[in-house]
T-cell receptor
């Protein structure tokens, strides 16, 4: 079975501070991992995917297979980053399994 | 670009009533999905479809039914609404199975069963 765990339901940081949203997964094969974001009153949208090794809106995420983690990081948080963030895994079933989400609040 | 369109946006149902949540996509995606989003629980997959005429159960299918008569439409049917079905429902679609492009989500339907 595949599982995604986001241990923090709520996370608050001050503007300009670094932020890290944790994501751990359980999957026996080679996973494909994603971060999705949902801004207030907007639909869920793809933020980034591990296979692209990209940086979107200053966010990066590195897949650590040894620790089975895919933490999302940004060195300097902005108020507009406040949103709900979901980590998701696509495994052999070829469906996305989502974590429970982390509500990030960036304080002025 | 309309993307994924869900209707209605909000609905209140009485226990035992039935309703259909509509989902339409105009991207010619083969794969479509229905998720429910409960507070603190993330998104749970209800049903999915890999193409017209093909549907399969997800993690939480009980109390729901789907059909996929066309590539564009993937309605979700609640036959006998129960308070446990109070949730926000999201429809999504993808060209493939979540790789590369990821999923495109609708704006959601907030359903309350009283």
């Amino acid at each position: 079975a595949q599982r995604v765990t986001q241990p923090e339901k709520l996370l608050s940081v001050f503007k300009g501070a670094p932020v890290e949203l944790k994501c751990n997964y359980s999957y026996s094969g080679s996973p494909e991992l994603f971060w999705y974001v949902q801004y207030s009153r907007q639909r869920l949208q793809l933020l980034l995917r591990h296979i692209s090794r990209e940086s979107i809106k200053g966010f990066t995420a590195d897949l650590n297979k040894g620790e089975t983690s895919f933490h999302l990081k940004k060195p300097f948080a902005q108020e507009e980053d406040s949103a709900m963030y979901y980590c998701a895994l696509s495994g052999s079933a070829r469906q996305l399994t989502f974590g429970s989400g982390t509500q990030l609040t960036v304080l002025p | 670009n309309a993307g994924v369109t869900q209707t209605p946006k909000f609905r209140i149902l009485k226990i035992g009533q039935s309703m259909t949540l509509q989902c339409t996509q105009d991207m010619n995606h083969n794969y479509m999905y229905w998720y429910r989003q409960d507070p603190g629980m993330g998104l749970k997959l209800i049903y999915y479809s890999v193409g017209a005429g093909i549907t399969d159960k997800g993690e939480v299918p009980n109390g729901y039914n789907v059909s996929r008569s066309t590539t564009e439409d993937f309605p979700l049917r609640l036959e006998l609404a129960a308070p446990s079905q109070t949730s926000v429902y999201f429809c999504a679609s993808s060209y493939s199975t979540g790789t590369l492009e990821g999923y495109t989500f609708g704006s959601g339907t907030r359903l309350t069963v009283v």
